[in-house]
């Protein structure tokens, strides 16, 4: 139990962090430079061999903003574990599910939408030695449309510990990795106790999403509700 709660607060402190560099980032650009962070920007780790540079590229954003955003003074040093705001108006790939900190199980579905070229896009897991341990690929939105994609991944660790949910597309031109996404997560043993709810006169998702702490689309996939405007009285759903 230590263990886990320390897990969990370690996470908690990575996404702590870099929510608050967006404010000090957003700061620093003065008036009327501030971006609309609030749904433009996705999140990465950085991993052994990384440069702020080398994110940047792979991101197709500006050197001199990655490091503004996320107040790095020297785009020289930076550090392995450190969690990074990648500003972008239009990213290519968003992970809805699994959400950062939460626990997760083999075989972890992980869904999103996306607009890559054809569609593609690539999942992993790794643990908290940065080794893949499961890996997956599949397909969603491409050609300037967003589209779900949804990869169902299993892997395989031996004690519970913290890790990452990547997904990423390759360029065609030299199959580099490009647009990762990462999303802090811990690899857990067994499954979490499941969460009920029974609806109420009242109740919608986006209500219930904001008071789980969750999302309407992964409350809808868990229950496969394919209308999420539409629920009953009395209906009982699975709170994921």
């Given amino acids: 139990m230590t263990r886990r709660i320390s897990i969990t607060l370690l996470l908690a402190a990575l996404l702590t962090t870099a929510l608050l560099t967006v404010t000090a980032g957003a700061a620093l650009a003065g008036p009327g430079h501030a971006p609309g962070m609030a749904a433009d920007y996705v999140t990465y780790l950085v991993k052994p061999g990384d440069t702020l540079y080398s994110i940047a590229w792979r991101h197709g954003v500006n050197l001199w903003e990655l490091a503004r955003v996320n107040a790095i003074s020297n785009v020289n040093l930076i550090y392995p574990g450190q969690l990074l705001i990648v500003p972008s108006p239009r990213p290519a790939i968003r992970i809805t599910s699994p959400q950062a900190g939460s626990y ?40 300037g449309t967003y589209a779900p994609f949804a990869v169902t991944v299993p892997f395989n660790v031996s004690v519970e510990q913290w890790g ?36 109420r006169r009242g109740d919608n998702l986006f209500r219930l999403s904001l008071r789980f702490g969750t999302t309407v689309q992964a409350i809808a996939e868990a229950n496969g509700i394919l209308n999420p405007n539409l629920i009953y009285v009395g209906q009982v759903l699975v709170i994921p």
């Fill in 164 to 199: 990452l949910v990547e997904a990423w597309w390759n360029r065609p031109q030299d199959g580099s990795e490009v647009d990762t996404v990462s999303v802090p997560v811990y690899l857990s043993l067994e499954p979490p106790a499941q969460r009920t709810y029974t609806v």
């Fill in 104 to 143: 997760i199980t083999s075989p972890v579905t992980v869904s999103g939408e996306n607009d890559t070229f054809e569609g593609q896009v690539a999942v992993r897991v790794l643990d908290a030695n940065w080794r893949v341990i499961g890996q997956g690929v599949g397909t969603g939105g491409g050609w």
